[in-house]
């Protein structure tokens, strides 16, 4: 099972571009990176998945490098709403179950004004 | 936007009483899923649920644990006998059937309190 390593915390100041980055050296060939925020006291919402390369949606993007052993995430301009823990998790992309997805403590960003 | 919804908010129960926590997975989703998360740790793996049966459970899913769907639209977790440890926050979520694998959509969570 792919393990995630990404940092416990991050500050930064409204308007910056925030950069998570989260290495995971064992990912197998059909697992799917995929990336969810938290508030507190909030179920995690999906941010946003990606396979190699870059995807982009309207909230954030990915950016994978070709050997997929890390991924990092682009928040453009923060705002102090963006206060959250992000979590990274690698896993098959055609289980039928999400059993093999591993949540790690995640990075608890905090955004300031 | 579709949303899972789960009820209670949040509930307060005596140890050794039997607790029911519902969710309404979003309409057109097939698989759906029970997490726990103990407050300052990580997201747990509980159940997966489809097709009316349980297709993979976790070692913390044992014999006091059991889910449901009895209507079609509601997905339920029992807690028969609660212990002081079931203390947490119950994520339901779902999923459609053609989407990702890894891309689920969580209700907003049932604080248990086992006192």
């Known amino acids: 099972l792919a393990k995630t390593t990404q940092p416990i915390s991050m500050d930064s100041y409204e308007g910056q571009e925030v950069n998570i980055t989260c290495s995971h050296n064992n990912i197998a060939t059909n697992d799917y990176i995929t990336w969810y925020q938290q508030f507190p006291s909030q179920g995690p919402r999906f941010i946003i998945q990606g396979y190699k390369t870059k995807v982009t949606n309207e909230v954030a993007s990915l950016f994978i490098p070709a050997d997929r052993k890390s991924s990092t995430l682009s928040l453009p301009r923060v705002s102090l709403s963006d206060t959250a823990v992000y979590y990274c998790l690698v896993g098959p992309g055609n289980a039928g179950n999400n059993r093999k997805l591993i949540w790690g403590l995640g990075t608890s960003l905090a955004v300031n004004p | ?115």
């Not at chain 2, 998360?37 to 097709?51: A, T």
């Not at chain 2, 029992?78 to 979520?93: P, Q, V």
């Open chain 2, 1 to 115: 936007e579709p949303e899972v919804t789960q009820t209670p908010s949040h509930q307060v129960t005596q140890m050794g009483q039997e607790v029911i926590l519902r969710c309404v997975p979003i309409s057109n989703h097939l698989y759906f899923y029970w997490y726990r998360q103990i407050l300052g740790q990580k997201v747990e793996f509980l159940v997966s649920f489809y097709n009316n049966e349980i297709s993979e459970k976790s070692e913390i899913f044992d014999d006091q644990f059991s889910v449901e769907r009895p209507d079609g639209s509601n997905f339920t977790l029992k807690i028969r006998s609660t212990k002081l440890e079931d203390s947490a926050m119950y994520f339901c979520a779902s999923r459609e059937g053609t989407s990702g694998a890894n891309v689920l959509t969580f209700g907003a969570g049932s604080r248990l309190t086992v006192l």
